[in-house]
């Protein structure tokens, strides 16, 4: 039982470094990118909440 734990324990510590990774990286390329791509993050952003809550308008 103890090796399952410890795999799922691996597991679970390299996707929250890949995603530390991944969000370390996203941030330095939206303080480096001009602003004038901000209108299409927050379109993007806010067209991602309605799938995040299940409702479908």
């Not at 090796?3 to 990286?25: D, G, K, P």
């Amino acid at each position: 039982m103890s090796i399952i734990i410890n795999l799922f324990l691996m597991a679970y510590l390299l996707v929250m470094v890949v995603l530390s990774i991944l969000t370390l990286f996203w941030a330095t390329l939206l303080i480096f990118k001009p602003l004038s791509t901000t209108k299409e993050r927050t379109g993007r952003a806010m067209s991602m909440i309605p799938e995040r809550t299940g409702c479908t308008e």
